[in-house]
C-alpha cells in the first residue's frame, strides 16, 4: 500500500469530496485523487499550466482544484477560514515540510477544519536511516538524491502524547503513513515537548514499534474497511 493507493480508497470508500494536500511538488498524488473540491498549498509548485490542463482534460475532477502557492503557515493564516467555513476537510495528505514544528502545525491547523469522520495522512512518519531523518540544513548538504523524511516522527510523539482527542498510529508502508482521525486514543505516551525535541533517531531505532504506534497494511484495512 502506498499513499495514492489508501487515499483513493478513502475517498471511494467513503465518498470523500473536500481534500486538502500540503506540499504538492509536481500533483503525483493530487492530480489522481477522484474528490470534487481540491485545495493544493505549496510556496513552490513544481508543474506548468500546460500540466494542469492536460490534467484537467484527462481528468475532469481536477477541475474545480484551487492553488495556494505559499507555505502552508500563510495559507492558514489568509485562506483556511474562508475556504472551509461550512465546507469540513474530509481528507488531508500533510507532505510540506518535514520538520517536526512544521509538521505539528500542519496537522493542528488541519485538524480545526477536519470533518467528524475525517482523515489525515501524514507522509514520512517511519524514516528510512539516520541520514534520511537529518534536518533540513544536514539534509541540504547530502548527495542529491537522498531521500528525507526529517524528524516528522517526532510531530506522531508529541501528538500521542499531548492529544486525548485524536487517535494516531502509522502504518508501516510508503516511509511510513502517519493516520490521524478524531477519537479517544486507546494509549498515550509520556513525553515533554522539550524531551520529544531532543531524541535522536537512535532512540526511535530502539522504540519505533510502541513509540510510532506501528501498524501493518492488514491492520490499517481492518481499521478502514477497505
Ligand atoms: C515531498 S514533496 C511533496 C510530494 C507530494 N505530496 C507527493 O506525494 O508526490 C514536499 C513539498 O513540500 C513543499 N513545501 C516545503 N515547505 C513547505 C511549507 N512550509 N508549506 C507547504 N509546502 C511546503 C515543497 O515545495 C515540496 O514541493
Given at each position: 500500500m502506498n499513499r495514492l493507493q489508501l487515499i483513493k480508497s478513502l475517498v471511494k470508500k467513503r465518498n470523500y469530496k473536500h481534500y486538502l494536500e500540503i506540499g504538492v511538488f509536481n500533483g503525483h498524488i493530487l492530480f489522481r485523487i477522484p474528490s470534487t473540491l481540491k485545495i493544493a498549498v505549496d510556496p513552490s509548485f513544481r508543474f506548468t499550466w500546460l500540466r494542469k490542463w492536460g490534467k484537467t482534460l484527462l481528468k475532469p475532477h481536477n477541475l474545480r482544484n484551487r492553488y495556494y502557492q505559499?507555505?502552508?503557515?500563510?495559507?492558514?493564516?489568509?485562506?483556511?477560514?474562508?475556504?472551509?467555513?461550512?465546507k469540513k476537510i474530509h481528507i488531508a495528505l500533510i507532505d510540506g515540510m518535514h520538520e517536526y514544528a512544521y509538521a505539528l502545525r500542519d496537522v493542528e491547523n488541519t485538524l480545526q477544519y477536519l470533518d467528524d469522520n475525517g482523515v489525515i495522512i501524514m507522509h514520512d512518519c517511519n524514516?528510512?536511516?539516520?541520514?534520511?531523518?537529518?534536518?533540513?540544513?544536514?539534509?541540504?548538504?547530502?548527495?542529491?538524491?537522498?531521500?528525507?523524511?526529517?524528524?516528522?516522527?517526532?510531530?506522531?510523539?508529541?501528538?500521542?502524547?499531548?492529544?486525548?482527542?485524536?487517535?494516531?498510529?502509522?502504518?508501516?508502508?510508503?516511509?511510513?503513513?502517519?493516520?490521524?482521525?478524531k477519537g479517544v486514543p486507546d494509549d498515550m505516551l509520556s513525553f515533554t515537548p522539550e524531551?520529544?525535541?531532543?531524541?535522536?533517531?537512535?532512540?526511535?531505532?530502539?522504540?519505533?514499534?510502541?513509540?510510532?504506534?506501528?501498524?501493518?497494511?492488514?491492520?490499517?484495512?481492518?481499521?478502514?474497511g477497505i
Open positions: 505559499k507555505t502552508s503557515d500563510t495559507f492558514f493564516v489568509e485562506d483556511a477560514c474562508r475556504i472551509f467555513d461550512g524514516p528510512v536511516s539516520a541520514d534520511a531523518a537529518a534536518t533540513f540544513d544536514e539534509w541540504q548538504t547530502k548527495k542529491p538524491g537522498t531521500p528525507w523524511n526529517g524528524d516528522v516522527w517526532k510531530t506522531i510523539m508529541h501528538l500521542r502524547c499531548n492529544r486525548d482527542d485524536i487517535r494516531v498510529f502509522v502504518i508501516d508502508c510508503d516511509h511510513g503513513l502517519g493516520i490521524i482521525t524531551q520529544v525535541e531532543e531524541l535522536t533517531y537512535a532512540h526511535l531505532e530502539c522504540n519505533r514499534d510502541k513509540w510510532l504506534n506501528l501498524k501493518s497494511v492488514d491492520y490499517a484495512r481492518t481499521y478502514f
